[in-house]
């Protein structure tokens, strides 16, 4: 896996990566629906056939990010789940296995939320492993590192060392903003190839 620099800010690197994996009728997954945003920039990507998972364990996050799907009319593209990002594979659909275009993480806590609720090394890993399952061949998985919080730093080591396992369809690139220090917030973008013949 390679370190590579940004000159924009990370969020919108990441959201041109993957807006180009989204099309209307898409499935996407919102990991850490937090205060909407990446939910809403799903729901828009996935056009009025797709539809969007968010999870979130705060139920004032859910309903934070449903007044601000509701506000845009997105609202009827997402299914919100009250619960940790690990129940991601168990909580999908199982049309959904191999089919999703996009999942997202931000890691770490809730901007203005309780500081002391944060993601944690082994049901993010537990996470992204079913993210990993779920991703359609051609998909990609979006992960905002945020290391700043009492256990980031480990969380962190843990996801690069997690993307250093998977295996040869897949390709990974660890992103920093340009100039930013090596314990500065970071992007781990993951793509799954296309099947030999180039089919989804």
Request: with cysteine; aromatic share 8%; proline share 4%.
């Amino acid at each position: 896996m390679r370190l590579s620099r940004s000159g924009d800010r990370l969020t919108s690197h990441a959201h041109r990566e993957i807006e180009r994996h989204l099309f209307d009728g898409a499935f996407a997954i919102d990991a850490t629906a937090g205060n909407g945003f990446d939910t809403l920039f799903l729901a828009e990507g996935v056009g009025p056939s797709g539809r969007v998972l968010a999870f979130d364990l705060q139920a004032g996050a859910i309903d934070t990010a449903r007044a601000k799907l509701a506000a845009s009319d997105r609202e009827a593209r997402v299914e919100f789940v009250h619960a940790g990002h690990e129940t991601m594979l168990a909580c999908s659909p199982r049309s959904w296995m191999g089919q999703v275009s996009a999942v997202v993480f931000n890691l770490g806590y809730l901007p203005q939320g309780d500081r002391a609720l944060v993601t944690l090394s082994p049901t993010t890993i537990l996470a992204l492993d079913g993210a990993a399952e779920l991703l359609r061949p051609g998909g990609i998985l979006s992960v905002m590192i945020y290391p700043g919080h009492e256990g980031g730093l480990e969380e962190k080591e843990a996801v690069l060392a997690w993307a250093d396992r998977l295996g040869s369809e897949w390709t990974a690139e660890h992103w920093l903003r340009e100039g930013a220090p090596e314990h500065s917030p970071s992007l781990l973008l993951a793509r799954r190839a296309f099947d030999r013949d180039g089919s989804p």
